[in-house]
């Protein structure tokens, strides 16, 4: 079939910008690409199935000198300094990310999770009510700044038992890991700003072996298995991993979620009048337009063929999440927003060994904090045009600048 579509760079803005639109047209013509990403040649995969078989197939790895029998694990030069940040559970193989896994696992006690739902209740209670006390009725807010963000900032600082006088650093090492890298920001991002958070982590890590806590980072540093303890490195990496599974998902998981109810205020409406189908309107959130459009880059340990398209050894292969989740050949109405859609096995989380570890908590905080909002404010709606929302420009995301909403 003739190429009626001209697919850009796949880091480049109108990518970014039209992204739905191109997997489509990938979909249906080239479900699997051999194009670019930045300065990175690869194979992109779009149909639900082949991303789904290759998250599961042993023949892919995340390592890539694992795959080209030596070099760098990455496919671009990263400083020495932040191999504690680059070398971690999300890039490791088995039997290093089995390893890595189960000792995560142990950090996740009950004592650390109990009451987490009524936590997140009360804590999104006084977001609204500062809401509705900064803002007359019908006037419009930036649901970032006021809501979505500091619910997750909130949940990390408890699960990771950070004080009150080391929020101010904490939120700094946040917005350095979500803001800092794209552009020309990521320079100053890697060679400044995330050194400086090592430290500041390191100093975390080294607060909670003197006195530990309730808390996860205290669980991860205590956690045993088979004799093994996590380094002071694979800590540092695993805080990091926790800080965007539980943290950066979640901010745009709201925002994405509020966004699509607004636009089917039908939806809305049925979510509203019935609270109980939030778990069902997350799942669709996520399939429909999760924040995350892609998994990490995976690797082909041997000359694989996908779809009549022979991907060479040592190839980049990365399934395209977002294009899978809207695969007509998998999902009945793939265009329709359904909060009540069942079964809804999309990929927004990832699948196979490397299911995002934060999912559980992402999904927990954005229930409440949508069923919470909506109960509060019977007129929301978009403060502004749709056409003015902006997305930022971070490959394989899909997050917005800002959300007015006109509570």
């Not at 093994?228 to 805080?239: C, G, R």
């Not at 109980?276 to 669709?284: C, F, N, P, R, S």
């Not at 991907?311 to 927003?337: C, T, Y």
Request: glycine residues 6%; neutral net charge; charged residues 25%.
């Amino acid at each position: 079939m003739g190429r009626a579509l001209k697919i850009p760079n796949l880091g480049s803005k109108d990518f970014n910008e039209n992204k739905y639109e191109h997997f489509e047209w990938l979909r249906e013509n080239e479900p699997v690409y051999k194009g670019k990403f930045f300065v990175l040649n690869g194979f992109f995969l779009s149909r639900y199935q082949d991303c789904a078989d290759m998250l599961r197939d042993d023949r892919f790895v995340r390592n890539r000198s694992t795959a080209t029998g030596g070099g760098s694990r990455f496919p671009i030069p990263m400083p020495k300094s932040l191999n504690a940040l680059v070398i971690s559970m999300i890039t490791e193989d088995n039997p290093g990310h089995r390893r890595l896994r189960l000792l995560v696992n142990k950090a996740f006690t009950p004592r650390s999770l109990q009451s987490m739902e009524s936590q997140l209740i009360r804590l999104t209670d006084d977001l609204l009510d500062r809401m509705e006390e900064n803002a007359r009725p019908g006037s419009v807010i930036d649901l970032v700044p006021a809501y979505s963000l500091p619910i997750p900032v909130k949940v990390i600082s408890m699960l990771m038992g950070v004080s009150d006088d080391d929020m101010p650093r904490f939120r700094n090492g946040l917005r350095v890991l979500t803001e800092g890298m794209s552009g020309w920001k990521i320079i100053r991002t890697m060679f400044r700003d995330l050194p400086n958070t090592i430290a500041f982590t390191k100093e975390l890590i080294a607060i909670k072996k003197l006195a530990p806590g309730e808390d996860i980072l205290s669980g991860l540093i205590q956690a045993e298995q088979d004799g093994e303890k996590l380094s002071e490195d694979e800590l540092i990496s695993m805080v990091f991993l926790l800080i965007f599974a539980g943290y950066e998902t979640t901010v745009h998981l709201i925002n994405n979620g509020v966004l699509s109810l607004l636009q089917h205020p039908a939806e809305m409406d049925k979510l509203r009048s019935n609270p109980d189908l939030g778990a069902t309107a997350v799942e669709e959130m996520l399939r429909f337009r999760g924040p995350i459009q892609s998994s990490k880059q995976n690797y082909a340990t041997e000359d694989v063929k996908l779809q009549g398209i022979r991907i060479p050894k040592g190839s980049m292969v990365m399934p395209l999440l977002g294009a899978a989740n809207r695969d007509p050949r998998f999902f009945d109405n793939p265009e329709q927003f359904d909060i009540t859609r069942t079964p809804n096995k999309h990929l927004g989380f990832g699948y196979g060994i490397h299911l995002c570890l934060g999912a559980w908590l992402a999904r927990l905080e954005t229930k409440v904090a949508v069923n919470q909002l909506l109960a509060r404010f019977p007129n929301l709606a978009l403060g502004v045009d749709e056409k003015e929302l902006k997305l930022q420009r971070v490959s394989f995301w899909h997050r917005y600048e800002s959300l007015p909403v006109r509570i």
